[in-house]
C-alpha cells in the first residue's frame, strides 16, 4: 500500500525520486546480484543498467497490476539479461580473427579450433537462454499470481477453469476482446476486481453461464493481454495476443 501511494507522486517530483532511488540502492544492488551471480559496485556498469531500469519501472509502474517490487525486480532483470546477451553477440563476433592465422602454417587447424570453441559457446549460449527464459516465465508467474490473488484466485486455479471446447474457447476469445476494446470495462475490472459480467453479456451475446464459469480465466488472460507479461503471452491463443 505504501508503494501504490508514493510512487505516482515521485512522477512529478524529481528530488523525491532521486530520494526514493537512493533508498533503494541496496535493492536494485540485490537484484543485479541475482542476474549477474556477483557482487555489483555502484561504479559497475551493470549496476548503471539495473538503476536506469529501476528508473523505467517507476514510470511505468501501475498498482492495479501487483506489487512494485516485484514489478521492477522484474524490469531490472530483462534490461540486464539484454545488456548480457548483447556482450555476448560481441564475443561470439571477435572469436576468429583471420589476421591471425592466414600467414600461419597451422592456420587451418587453428581456424577449425576456434570454428569449433565458437559452436561450443553458440550452444552454451542457448542453453544459457533457454534457463533464462524459463526463469522469466517463472517471475512473470510470480508477478501475475500477486495480480491474481487481489481477485481471489491463484495461477493456478486456472487448470480448473480452462474452456475445453473449441467453441467455448472461441466464446472466450469475443469476451476477451470486448475486454481489451473497451478501456472502460478494463479500467472497472482492475479497480473493482470483479468482472463485469453483465455488461459483456450484453456486448458480445455470450451467455452468461460462459462468462460465470471460466471467469477466472476470463480475467487472467485479459491482464496477461494488457500487462507487462512478454513470456506468458506466448501461450495465449493467437487471437488473445
Given at each position: 500500500?505504501q508503494y501504490e501511494?508514493?510512487?505516482p507522486?515521485?512522477?512529478?517530483?524529481?528530488g523525491?525520486?532521486?530520494?526514493?532511488?537512493?533508498q533503494?540502492?541496496s535493492?536494485?544492488?540485490s537484484?543485479?546480484?541475482?542476474?549477474?551471480?556477483?557482487y555489483v559496485?555502484?561504479t559497475?556498469?551493470?549496476?548503471?543498467?539495473?538503476?536506469?531500469?529501476?528508473?523505467?519501472?517507476?514510470?511505468?509502474?501501475?498498482?492495479?497490476?501487483?506489487?512494485?517490487l516485484?514489478?521492477s525486480?522484474?524490469?531490472i532483470?530483462?534490461?540486464?539479461?539484454?545488456?548480457?546477451?548483447?556482450?555476448?553477440?560481441?564475443?561470439g563476433e571477435?572469436?576468429?580473427?583471420?589476421?591471425?592465422?592466414a600467414d600461419?602454417d597451422?592456420g587451418?587447424?587453428?581456424?577449425?579450433a576456434?570454428e569449433i570453441?565458437h559452436?561450443t559457446?553458440?550452444?552454451?549460449r542457448e542453453?544459457?537462454e533457454e534457463?533464462e527464459?524459463?526463469r522469466?516465465i517463472?517471475?512473470?508467474?510470480?508477478m501475475?499470481?500477486g495480480?491474481?490473488?487481489?481477485?481471489?484466485?491463484s495461477?493456478?486455479d486456472l487448470?480448473?477453469?480452462s474452456?475445453k471446447?473449441?467453441?467455448?474457447?472461441?466464446?472466450?476469445?469475443?469476451?476477451?476482446?470486448?475486454?481489451m476494446?473497451?478501456?472502460?470495462i478494463?479500467?472497472?475490472m482492475?479497480?473493482s476486481?470483479?468482472?463485469p459480467?453483465?455488461?459483456l453479456?450484453q456486448?458480445?451475446?455470450?451467455?452468461?453461464k460462459?462468462l460465470?464459469?471460466?471467469?477466472?480465466?476470463?480475467?487472467a488472460?485479459?491482464?496477461?493481454?494488457?500487462?507487462e507479461?512478454e513470456?506468458?503471452?506466448d501461450?495465449?491463443p493467437?487471437?488473445?495476443?
Amino acid at each position: 500500500m505504501q508503494y501504490e501511494k508514493e510512487i505516482p507522486l515521485l512522477k512529478h517530483d524529481a528530488g523525491r525520486m532521486n530520494d526514493f532511488i537512493k533508498q533503494h540502492k541496496s535493492f536494485i544492488a540485490s537484484c543485479a546480484y541475482k542476474v549477474t551471480g556477483r557482487y555489483v559496485h555502484e561504479t559497475d556498469d551493470a549496476f548503471q543498467v539495473a538503476m536506469i531500469a529501476f528508473y523505467e519501472a517507476i514510470e511505468k509502474y501501475d498498482p492495479a497490476k501487483g506489487g512494485f517490487l516485484s514489478f521492477s525486480a522484474l524490469v531490472i532483470r530483462r534490461r540486464l539479461l539484454d545488456e548480457l546477451e548483447k556482450e555476448n553477440r560481441h564475443v561470439g563476433e571477435i572469436l576468429f580473427d583471420p589476421s591471425k592465422s592466414a600467414d600461419n602454417d597451422d592456420g587451418a587447424q587453428g581456424f577449425f579450433a576456434l570454428e569449433i570453441e565458437h559452436a561450443t559457446e553458440q550452444t552454451a549460449r542457448e542453453t544459457y537462454e533457454e534457463i533464462e527464459r524459463n526463469r522469466d516465465i517463472k517471475d512473470e508467474i510470480e508477478m501475475l499470481s500477486g495480480v491474481l490473488a487481489g481477485y481471489g484466485f491463484s495461477f493456478y486455479d486456472l487448470t480448473k477453469c480452462s474452456p475445453k471446447t473449441k467453441k467455448t474457447k472461441a466464446s472466450c476469445m469475443a469476451v476477451v476482446r470486448a475486454v481489451m476494446e473497451n478501456p472502460e470495462i478494463l479500467w472497472y475490472m482492475q479497480q473493482s476486481r470483479m468482472l463485469p459480467i453483465e455488461q459483456l453479456v450484453q456486448i458480445t451475446g455470450v451467455k452468461r453461464k460462459i462468462l460465470e464459469r471460466h471467469r477466472k480465466y476470463l480475467i487472467a488472460v485479459s491482464e496477461i493481454s494488457c500487462g507487462e507479461y512478454e513470456y506468458l503471452r506466448d501461450y495465449l491463443p493467437m487471437d488473445q495476443r
